[in-house]
């Protein structure tokens, strides 16, 4: 079992940038490929970027390429997710998920095991 609290939405001007951590709990976060995913209103959530267990390899939407980082800390059992150059179309809660080891690099919401309660990100134009 892994529970998951997410942390550091709020509202910035378009070409800003936030930093989204999430925390996890229990010993064996290590053993879990991490992704940020996000919802807007009136739409399906999305993936947004992904990290394997070891952090080596990182995998990204198209839409926030180039501007957002993935990354994670197995010492301290956290995955952050750095967002540059924010525009209002990011606008969304975000989420942080935990799945198995073995995810690909264009994963599908279902194959997240765990996921957190979400924070807002809200990017004003």
């Known amino acids: 079992q892994v529970q998951l609290v997410e942390s550091g939405g709020g509202l910035v001007q378009a070409g800003g940038s936030l930093r989204l951590s999430c925390a996890a709990s229990g010993r064996t976060f290590v053993r879990y490929a991490m992704g940020w995913f996000r919802q807007a209103p009136g739409k399906e959530r999305e993936f947004v970027a992904g990290?394997?267990?070891?952090?080596?390899?990182?995998y990204y939407a198209n839409s926030v390429a180039g501007r957002f980082t993935i990354s994670r800390d197995n010492a301290k059992n956290t995955v952050s997710l750095q967002m540059n150059s924010l525009s209002p179309e990011d606008t969304a809660v975000y989420y942080c998920?935990?799945?198995?080891?073995?995810?690909?690099?264009?994963?599908?919401?279902?194959?997240?095991?765990?996921w957190g309660r979400g924070t807002q990100v809200t990017a004003s134009s």
């Open positions: 998920a935990a799945g198995p080891a073995g995810i690909g690099p264009r994963p599908l919401v279902s194959e997240y095991q765990y």
């Open positions: 990290i394997n267990w070891s952090g080596r390899s990182t």
